[in-house]
């Protein structure tokens, strides 16, 4: 049998999700009461008066709830979920706003009735007077501070952090060139097509909870709404049923509907469920990626890098529920594929009258690699050389690894880059764009009367952090392979990539293996899914499992075969003597066998019964556990570093300054690759998100914090008509650091987007690009500026590929 | 509350429901047919797109009343019993992720092929260009469309000999 592992096989989940099988959220609980929200309309206002009379006449409305209703840790703030010494003004949301809304769309009262239509009837006629108090929006005016979020946060300052190599400012002033500049990027956000959603279950009966919701993390949400509804862990299960996409969005938990879905569940005795409307999510789930950077870097003739000093504002909403993730990540994984000399790195962490942040797809390092690379294309126009050499003379060598930053990474521990081949990486992306030849193709370009312009980013990206996944892998005595892990699945393919595990370890059919995931009553101990996370963890703690399963089954078999174990080999699902297919045994009778009975129901178990089975009659029957399963963690000591460099060719209309993209090409090294067409899938998905960023994605607030392009109308998400062709090319260099070799692979594909659009478009234009997104109309505006001097236009307003 | 018949999947359904009820609703809450999916309510995603006496339709901007007495087909509808050509093409060319937008793409690109066998580039662009995808960045999804093209030539081939 050839290994299943490396194999671009077919998704095995997409018969069901093809033929309308899949189970999303609110495809569950058909006859479940429906929750519906009344949300505040202002950024920033005191709660003056609840007036629920008139809702009260709504037929077939259940129950209205407000703060004042909610009981003990119902009612409390939120947690903190990842706390860190340097966020000391940490705060968070109630899960009904008391007292002060600090965003448009926090909730403020819970209307619960037989339908959704009602819910919102009733909900329409609740009556919220407000107090309006001055909204702080933007991070200009967050950090000015003329106005608070927090009554008790000074400055709007929620954090502050520093992290340093040495004294860059000292190799900054001491370098023969410098530069000093800024750079910003706007919000956007995950933006699943399936929204949140929370569906739960009481059984009064056995006291017990079951809720499933739309989230990247059951485990979590079974031990928060445990501990805030005051039951054991054991009477809650969380299921993550079908999800229509997460991207970062849905780690975020518990959700204010994650506490009180379940909570109303149960003080009404009913099932209750609430899906999101696509209003409700832009104005109440997370957005990402606002921040402003403000680099001063000093380097030598060549373009290397002696220091680097980055000083980045963050904008996180209106409270802090995930931490300082996202700039901890930006502020680290800057500095991608390069030695910066001496590196400092500061930012602040500011409140603003606007909707939560936390982790979008790339989590802060589209912003650190739109810095980075920035910064190297503002040197190489500087000195008047070729982006890429300025690149090449500051990438680590394949000799350097482990190469260690100096800085610690967003899981608490050092980052040290486990392997890669940089240079390598550069001379191949280089070749798939062309990016020697292209002075030939921009004077053809430019005789036609046409503008184009090239661009590169590169990027590493810190996969699979810590702190541990399991695996739970079970073979039953009809021979199939039951496997489960924690972690949840939404989109990623998880079905086919661990049963190609499971397959290839095991030496069992693929069509025989069933993978469970995200729902812990199959399994228990789990961190989520994140930070292209799942393939490392989960995929290597399936194959410890398979390992130990299979070490019992020869074990098992060699007793039967009277056999030594290493002289036996599992093919087919087919314990047998190497070199000898006489002698063998099929897994489905090892598993019986792997648990001696006294009772038998069926002819399989009937061979397991203490008068079928012989064997020595001083031993005991069991030895270890009973059943050919086994469980199995995986608990890196760091994160393993994905790496790539992405290339692209713009084009830019000299009358309406639209963007084209011409070619876009990918070098990508995720590892040992499991399954390369999901990978493929992957980037291709993360590509067009990164583009999205690039070009069309921004999250609008006007000076009263009022989201105003809170539609799918006005939020431009690309659709199949602005994504161009990506060409990939794949490298594999394994990870020294776990038995299958990988690194991640979700999130790469966004990272470098807007950094090497900006390029391309800079490129084109002779213009610098220092702010994304771009729009037809600010690319526009740019040249007007740039005609009457004040846009800043680049030096060598070609790039020196020109021949 | 109004008793409204249809002819879904090609069987004669009926449930009550209010005058305001919406099409997506109606099909996935009332009738149980979860595989039509919702995922703006504002008519911009497609997600919720079905076949509405063989067109189209963004069933999210229909109220059900209006669909009495109409045809309706939706993407448990689309492949008779196994997988339709479509549906075929879209699992081998990794045209899905989280399956979220696929119902919507589906009945899109199923009227697409009928109405142009043999689409080009722009017109499989042209033909898709309603429907949202936040997963796949859509390369594999402008393939399955190809490649249905290619599956249904195969088949009506087969069925002429
Ligand atoms: S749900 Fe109908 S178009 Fe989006
Ligand atoms: S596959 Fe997830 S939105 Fe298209």
Redo the contacts with the bound molecule.
């Keep these: 049998m050839t290994s299943m592992f490396g194999e671009p096989i077919v998704r095995r989940e997409d018969p069901r999700l093809i033929t309308g099988q899949g189970r999303y959220l609110d495809d569950l609980g058909r006859d479940a009461l429906a929750a519906a929200f009344v949300r505040s309309p202002h950024a920033h206002a005191r709660i003056t008066g609840i007036d629920v009379d008139d809702a009260l006449d709504v037929d077939g409305l259940v129950a209205v709830y407000t703060w004042e209703d909610l009981p003990g840790r119902v009612g409390e703030r939120l947690p903190l979920l990842i706390p860190h010494p340097a966020l000391t003004h940490g705060r968070t949301a109630y899960a009904l706003a008391r007292d002060v809304v600090r965003h448009v769309g926090e909730p403020v009262v819970m209307v619960v009735a037989r339908d959704r239509y009602l819910a919102e009837d009733a909900a329409e006629r609740v009556r919220v007077t407000y107090e309006p108090l001055p909204p702080v929006v933007g991070i200009e005016n967050a950090a000015n501070a003329a106005e608070r979020v927090h009554d008790d946060v000074p400055g709007n300052v929620g954090a502050h952090l520093v992290q340093q190599t040495g004294d860059a400012d000292a190799a900054i002033s001491a370098a023969p060139h410098v530069l000093e500049f800024r750079l910003d990027i706007e919000r956007s956000a995950s933006m699943p097509l399936e929204g949140r959603g929370v569906y739960a279950r009481w059984d009064a009966d056995d006291e017990s909870l079951r809720v499933y919701s739309s989230t990247q993390t059951s485990t979590s949400v079974r031990m928060a709404i445990a501990a805030r509804l005051g039951l054991s862990a054991a009477k809650v299960e969380v299921i993550a049923p079908d999800v229509g996409g997460g991207f970062g969005v849905k780690i975020m938990h518990p959700w204010p509907e994650e506490v009180l879905i379940p909570w109303a569940a149960r003080l009404l005795g009913r099932e209750v469920k609430w899906a999101e409307d696509?209003r409700e999510h832009f104005i109440s789930s997370a957005h990402e990626r606002g921040q402003v950077q403000h680099v001063r870097v000093g380097f030598d003739d060549e373009g290397r890098l002696l220091g680097l000093d980055v000083r980045i504002q963050h904008d996180h909403g209106a409270y802090t529920p995930y931490g300082i993730i996202v700039p901890i990540i930006t502020s680290t994984q800057l500095l991608g594929p390069y030695k910066p000399g001496v590196y400092r790195v500061e930012f602040t962490s500011l409140y603003t009258n606007t909707v939560i942040v936390t982790p979008y797809r790339g989590a802060g390092r589209p912003q650190g690699t739109f810095c980075m690379e920035r910064t190297m294309d503002r040197i190489a126009d500087e000195l008047g050389l070729d982006r890429a050499a300025v690149r090449e003379v500051n990438l680590i060598r394949p000799e350097e690894f482990p190469y260690d930053q100096g800085l610690i990474f967003q899981d608490g521990r050092p980052l040290i880059y486990d392997s890669g081949d940089y240079p390598e990486m550069l001379r191949r992306i280089k070749e798939l764009i062309g990016w020697d030849d292209f002075g030939a193709f921009r004077a053809e370009a430019e005789r036609n009367g046409r503008r184009v312009g090239i661009g590169l980013a590169c990027y590493v990206e810190g996969t699979g952090v810590g702190p541990y996944e399991g695996g739970h892998v079970e073979v039953d005595s009809s021979g199939r392979v039951h496997v489960a892990t924690g972690l949840t699945s939404q989109g990623q393919g998880h079905q086919t990539v661990f049963a190609q595990i499971v397959a290839s370890e095991l030496g069992v059919p693929i069509d025989d293996v069933v993978v469970t995931t995200g729902d812990t009553r199959r399994f228990r101990y789990a961190v989520g899914t994140f930070a292209s996370r799942a393939a490392v963890m989960s995929g290597n703690a399936i194959a410890l499992a398979s390992r130990k399963v299979r070490e019992k089954a020869l074990r098992v078999a060699g007793e039967a075969l009277e056999a030594d174990p290493h002289d036996l080999e599992i093919v087919d699902g087919v314990v047998r003597v190497k070199g000898n297919v006489t002698a063998s045994i099929p897994l489905r009778t090892v598993a019986v066998l792997s648990n001696p009975l006294r009772y038998a129901f069926d002819d399989a178990t009937a061979q397991a019964t203490q008068f079928a089975v012989g064997g020595s009659m001083d031993e005991p029957p069991l030895t270890g556990e009973p059943g050919l399963e086994g469980t199995e963690y995986y608990s890196p000591p760091r994160s393993t570093f994905a790496s790539g460099m992405h290339a692209a060719i713009v084009e830019t209309d000299p009358d309406t300054a639209e963007v084209r993209i011409l070619r876009y090409a990918v070098l990508h090294d995720c590892g040992r690759l499991i399954n390369p067409r999901i990978v493929e899938g992957q980037i291709h998905g993360g590509v067009a998100q990164g583009i999205g960023g690039a070009l069309y994605e921004r999250m609008v607030y006007d000076a009263d914090g009022q989201l105003l392009n809170a539609s799918?109308m006005d939020f431009l998400m690309p659709y199949a008509t602005e994504i161009p062709h990506v060409e990939t090319g794949h490298m594999e260099t394994a990870s020294p650091l776990n038995p299958l070799g990988i690194k991640g692979a979700g999130e790469a594909g966004v990272i470098p987007g807007s950094a090497v659009i900006a390029a391309a478009i800079e490129d084109a234009e002779g213009i610098r690009i220092t702010r994304m997104p771009i729009s037809p109309s600010e690319l526009y505006h740019l040249r007007l500026e740039a005609a009457a001097g004040t846009a800043e236009r680049t030096r060598h307003a070609r790039s020196a590929a020109i021949p | 509350m109004t008793e409204i018949g249809l002819t879904v999947n090609g069987v004669l359904r009926a449930a009550s429901a209010e005058p305001r009820r919406l099409l997506?609703d109606f099909l996935r809450h009332d009738l149980g047919l979860t595989g039509t999916?919702?995922?703006?309510?504002?008519?911009?995603?497609?997600?919720?797109?079905v076949l509405f006496d063989g067109e189209p339709v963004?069933?999210?901007?229909m109220f059900a009343v209006t669909a009495a007495g109409h045809e309706v087909t939706t993407v448990e509808g689309l492949g008779a019993g196994g997988m339709s050509p479509v549906q075929r093409a879209f699992q081998d060319c990794h045209g899905l992720q989280c399956g979220f937008c696929t119902p919507?793409f589906l009945c899109t690109v199923t009227a697409l092929l009928r109405d142009n066998p043999r689409p080009s580039e722009d017109e499989v662009l042209e033909g898709i260009s309603g429907n949202?995808c936040r997963c796949t960045g859509y390369q594999n999804i402008i393939k399955a469309v190809h490649r249905a093209a290619d599956l249904i030539a195969e088949e009506s081939g087969e069925a002429d000999r």
Excluded at chain 2, 40 to 49: F, I, L, M, N, R
């Design positions: 696509r799918f | 997506s999916h919702v995922g703006c309510e504002h008519g911009v995603c497609g997600c919720c797109t963004r069933s999210c901007l919507g949202l």
